[in-house]
């Protein structure tokens, strides 16, 4: 048997141990309670690090035997262990999460090693192993404050998904990391919000659902703006599963996502995509971690 204990970090941070690959007791999450607002972007980065340390000791304690190797999944472009940049969670950006973390588990006795992913690359892998599908394409799409994108199976490269072009318009500049014309830009939650500063997002949702033209005007972008990423990467990498999950994935109506996609992909091999929404829990990401 293996045991891994997986750790996701989003909006929130959960926790779990895994044992062949399937949850093994409860998830750990930070904050405790679900409703309190307390955005991770405002802890240190050595704090974080001590969280982490902390939720990954309680679950490897106990008489549950050993930990054979431990994953953690980071919004963000992640190599080598090392978080080079990540806009939702700035003061990771070149945290050497791997090092530190392993040091922090060494203090607590703990000497597993330690593993760092992106969080999407950790949903789509998950994904891939609770379908059976390990042999075949998986993207995802994490809709959230950010616009995440991972895949399955793992290649080199950056992938941030996110941040693809997906508009020539100067005035399209609310993308976290400052780019302009991004998807993020328009798509992401923090976005939305400094576009609409008079509306929250699920107003913004609401409204247009409602009728109200300047909202409907906005959620048809929205999904045109997905669309195009999403076409895109069938253009790079071929068609395939895509699987839309994150925090605001209820924003998303697939059939509105199709109807633009096809108007975007019209070559006939490349039109064989399969679009998906996954609920935005944390176990496909936990299972895909570990
Ligand atoms: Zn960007």
């Not at 045991?3 to 895994?18: E, K, M, S």
């Not at 042999?135 to 404050?145: C, S």
């Not at 919000?193 to 009728?211: I, S």
């Not at 990498?237 to 209820?250: S, Y």
């Amino acid at each position: 048997m293996t045991t891994a204990i997986g750790v996701v970090i989003t909006d929130h941070i959960a926790a779990a141990r895994l044992e062949d690959l399937r949850l093994a007791g409860k998830v750990l999450r930070y904050p405790g309670d679900p409703d309190r607002v307390e955005p991770l972007e405002a802890i240190p980065d050595s704090e974080l690090v001590d969280l982490l340390a902390g939720q990954i000791e309680s679950l490897a304690s106990g008489k549950a035997g050993p930990v054979d190797a431990i994953g953690v999944a980071v919004p963000g472009f992640v190599r080598s262990g090392v978080v080079e940049e990540s806009p939702n969670l700035p003061q990771m950006k070149g945290t050497r999460l791997a090092d530190q973390l392993t040091s922090a588990l060494k203090e607590r006795g703990i000497a597993a090693p330690v593993h760092i992913a992106n969080d999407a690359d950790a949903i789509a892998a998950g994904v891939a192993a609770t379908r059976g599908r390990l042999d075949k394409l998986t993207r995802v799409w994490t809709i959230g404050n950010g616009i995440g994108y991972g895949r399955w199976p793992h290649a080199e490269g950056v992938w941030e998904g996110g941040h693809i072009t997906v508009t020539l318009d100067p005035k399209e500049r609310y993308c976290g990391c400052g780019g302009i014309g991004h998807l993020e830009g328009i798509v992401g939650y923090r976005a939305m919000r400094m576009r609409f500063l008079d509306l929250e997002p699920e107003e913004v949702f609401a409204n247009a659902k409602n009728g109200d033209m300047r909202c409907r005007k906005f959620v048809d972008l929205w999904h045109r703006a997905l669309a195009a990423a999403t076409a895109s990467f069938i253009h790079l990498a071929g068609p395939g599963r895509f699987c839309f999950t994150g925090k605001n994935v209820g924003f998303l109506e697939l059939s509105l996502l199709r109807t633009h996609l096809e108007t975007m992909v019209r070559m006939s091999p490349l039109q064989s995509f399969w679009l998906e929404i996954l609920p935005p829990d944390d176990e496909t990401a936990l299972i895909g971690r570990a």
